[in-house]
Nanobody, 125 residues
Framework: EVQLVESGGGLVEAGGSLRLSCAAS????????IGWFRQAPGKEREGVSC???????YYADSVKGRFTISRNNTKNTAYLQIHDLKPEDTAVYYC???????????????????WGQGTQVTVSS
């Protein structure tokens, strides 16, 4: 059974940093692309970043320069490092996974079949 568990969210002040983790189990992590998405209240889900099995990365324009995605295949875990948090980053952050060959370079949500439950990030101004 594919499982994705996000952690690392919380309440932080604007300008702060967080590192989100996505712990995976039940599949061959090395062969999968991992995506990070977020959804703010009243807004549509937004793709944030993703990392392909070989390490290639994609970032939404809105987060370039502040977000860094990485993965540790020995730990079956992906990370999203967020710097200089802004109130508009407040959202539930989800990680998603699917076979790398099924995920386009820009990692649209529709390419992912497996999703975690999300972790809340709240940024105070």
């Amino acid at each position: 059974e594919v499982q994705l568990v996000e952690s690392g969210g919380g309440l932080v002040e604007a300008g702060g940093s967080l590192r989100l983790s996505c712990a995976a189990s039940g599949f061959a992590f090395d062969d999968y692309a991992i995506g990070w998405f977020r959804q703010a209240p009243g807004k549509e889900r937004e793709g944030v970043s993703c990392i392909k099995s070989y390490g290639g990365t994609y970032y939404a324009d809105s987060v370039k320069g502040r977000f860094t995605i990485s993965r540790n295949n020995t730990k079956n875990t992906a990370y999203l490092q967020i710097h200089d948090l802004k109130p508009e980053d407040t959202a539930v952050y989800y990680c998603a996974a699917d076979l790398d060959l099924l995920v386009s370079w820009h990692c649209p949500a529709s390419d992912f079949d497996s999703w975690g439950q999300g972790t809340q990030v709240t940024v105070s101004s």
